[in-house]
């Protein structure tokens, strides 16, 4: 149950059609990972925290003293969102960010980690892209698009 504190900070969402109070229960106990070079996904973390994703959890280039910082400032932002800088073994969804190639192969490797969360994936370099894949497909290679290129291997899946 939302606490009065909650109901009040979260109002704009909760009174959204389709959203409701029960929507916010279940973001408040959401599992996010974050993935990406840390200046690409700085921008992002402020909306997630603010808006109640539960648990976010980065997966970035950052070292100890910047994750100190962020957790900082996060913590400042919304009490309700308890922010890590370690990957566990289930989340909800993999937020993952990549502006070069290097970077994309190693959120592919992450994503296919996560494989049977729902995962938004954004390219930043060349054309900025962004995929949406609101639960676990046949296999990353059957969405269909040249953004899921560092995904995508030879799938064994049949069809």
Known sequence: MLTTRQIERYSRQIITLGFGSTAQERM???DVVVAGKLDDVDPV?????GAGAGRVRLDSNSNEPTIAS???RFKDLNPDV???????????LVLAIASDETTAQ???DLAKRYYAAALIYA????????A?????????????SELMA????PCSTPG
């Open 70 to 72: 962020l957790q900082s």
């Open 45 to 49: 973390l402020p909306y997630l925290v």
């Open 132 to 144: 949406v894949i609101p639960s676990r497909p046949p296999c990353l290679g059957c969405a269909d």
């Open 28 to 30: 408040l106990a959401a």
């Open 123 to 130: 390219r930043l370099d060349a054309i900025s892209a962004i």
């Open 82 to 92: 308890e922010f890590a800088n370690q990957a566990g073994d289930g989340c909800d």
């Open 150 to 153: 560092p995904l995508t291997r």
């Open 106 to 108: 190693r959120v592919a």
